[in-house]
T-cell receptor
Framework: AQSVTQLGSHVSVSEGALVLLRCNYS??????LFWYVQYPNQGLQLLLK??????LVKGINGFEAEFKKSETSFHLTKPSAHMSDAAEYFC??????????FGKGTRLHILP | NAGVMQNPRHLVRRRGQEARLRCSPM?????VYWYRQLPEEGLKFMVY????????ESGMPKERFSAEFPKEGPSILRIQQVVRGDSAAYFC??????????????FGPGTRLLVL
């Protein structure tokens, strides 16, 4: 069975600092991996996805994530945090059955 | 191109009433997914539908919940005899019909159901 673990339900970083949101997955087959962002009272917006091409995936808003099979990780990073990045971030995994399994989310706080 | 639309955005029901949540997929999309987000939790898959067919309902509670996606009109998630534990945000997502690779699912803004 597939699963996703996001380490840290809340992460705080200073504006301009590096953002690192951690995600580890479990999958019996080569997975598809996703990061979604959710702003308050809104739906989910896809940041980026990994589908077995390049292991370093670049997404929108300056975010990127690296697929590391040996570590079963797909951590999300951004070099310099902006106030507008404050939101909840969800890591997710899917195999080929169209069902997406989400992590519990990490709420990112940006400190001025 | 309008995105995935859901209505109502907020719905208040008393225990025992019925809740009907609607989802209009993006233009050209024929696959619809429903997810439920409980407070402080991630989204959990409920059901996957194509036009007039339920493909995977493994995440649907066995009682009181049903979903449809008719040939014409929006997809409907129906919850009969709601209970307080049904209070959650319900999200719909859609994807296009061609599934050469894992197609991105595009999410609607959600319906926030509150059961009093």
């Amino acid at each position: 069975a597939q699963s996703v673990t996001q380490l840290g339900s809340h992460v705080s970083v200073s504006e301009g600092a590096l953002v690192l949101l951690r995600c580890n997955y479990s999958s019996s087959v080569p997975p598809y991996l996703f990061w979604y962002v959710q702003y308050p009272n809104q739906g989910l917006q896809l940041l980026l996805k990994y589908t077995s091409a390049a292991t370093l995936v670049k997404g929108i808003n300056g975010f990127e994530a690296e697929f590391k099979k040996s570590e079963t990780s797909f951590h999300l990073t951004k070099p310099s945090a902006h106030m507008s990045d404050a939101a909840e971030y969800f890591c997710a995994v899917s195999d080929r059955d169209d069902k997406i399994i989400f992590g519990k989310g990490t709420r990112l706080h940006i400190l001025p | 191109n309008a995105g995935v639309m859901q209505n109502p955005r907020h719905l208040v029901r008393r225990r025992g009433q019925e809740a009907r949540l609607r989802c209009s997929p993006m233009k050209g999309h024929s696959h619809v997914y429903w997810y439920r987000q409980l407070p402080e939790e991630g989204l959990k898959f409920m059901v996957y539908l194509q036009k007039e067919n339920i493909i995977d309902e493994s995440g649907m509670p066995k009682e009181r919940f049903s979903a449809e996606f008719p040939k014409e009109g929006p997809s409907i998630l129906r919850i009969q005899q709601v209970v307080r534990g049904d209070s959650a945000a319900y999200f719909c997502a859609s994807s296009p019909p061609m599934r050469l690779l894992q197609e991105t699912q595009y999410f609607g803004p959600g319906t926030r159901l509150l059961v009093l």
